[in-house]
């Protein structure tokens, strides 16, 4: 017998991340092409370009945490924990034992295994906490975003995205936003199913 274990995302926490997202995802693209120059360069990323096919990798390590960027999804990386990945246009995270991806990926069929449905409870907390950071992260970046570029900057990146989530007038909400998604997810339950 094996159990498995998950953690439960409400509808309506699901409804708010999967657009939140992939809008996220357009804006962090839109800061690479900043007039002002690479925004993610200037938030400490390094970029490794896609040889053929695949995506552009940028990463950047943080207090030992590594955070990886594709046009495709988010890596959140943790010594001790492991690291969650979402891709995104699912929106679903996904946990790895591994912490720290230590060669380049530009396609998500090279990222380790990935699993919304782990083995152990522990393995689900630590996914939990992974999350949380991440989504922390997140806030921390727009943030700062908004703080050094304005809020001029965020309207004019989302401008000619067709699948706008934030209205303009609320884009100064966009930290709030992943930060409410943070404290949310602390009371995320975790399920299980023994087969």
């Known amino acids: ?10 509808a309506d926490y699901t409804k708010q991340l999967k657009p939140l997202l992939h809008q996220q995802m357009w804006l962090f693209g839109q800061d690479i092409l900043c007039p002002d120059g690479n925004l993610l360069y200037q938030y400490n990323f390094t970029h490794n ?11 950047c390590s943080n207090e030992g945490d590594q955070i990886v960027l594709w046009g495709w999804g988010v890596w959140f990386g943790r010594p001790e924990l492991g690291a969650v990945f979402v891709n995104r246009y699912k929106a679903l995270p996904c946990f790895t034992a591994v912490p720290t ?3 380049t990926v530009h396609r998500q069929a090279g990222l ?3 699993t919304h449905r782990v083995t152990s409870e522990t393995q689900a907390q630590a996914m939990c906490q992974l ?11 727009e943030a700062w975003v908004l703080e050094r570029y304005g ?3 965020r309207q004019a990146a989302l401008k000619s995205f067709p699948h706008v989530f934030t209205p303009a007038e609320d884009i ?5 936003l992943w930060q409410s998604l943070a404290e949310q ?3 995320l339950t975790i399920k299980s199913f023994t087969s």
């Not at 999350?131 to 970046?141: G, S, T, V």
């Open 185 to 187: 997810s602390q009371a």
């Open 131 to 141: 999350w949380i950071e991440l989504l922390k992260w997140l806030a921390a970046y």
């Open 1 to 10: 017998m094996k159990t498995h274990y998950w953690l439960n995302y409400p």
């Open 172 to 176: 100064d909400q966009l930290p709030n």
């Open 151 to 153: 809020v001029a900057w």
């Open 112 to 114: 380790p295994h990935l």
């Open 49 to 59: 370009p896609a040889l053929e096919q695949g995506s552009s990798m940028y990463s």
């Open 101 to 103: 991806l230590s060669e």
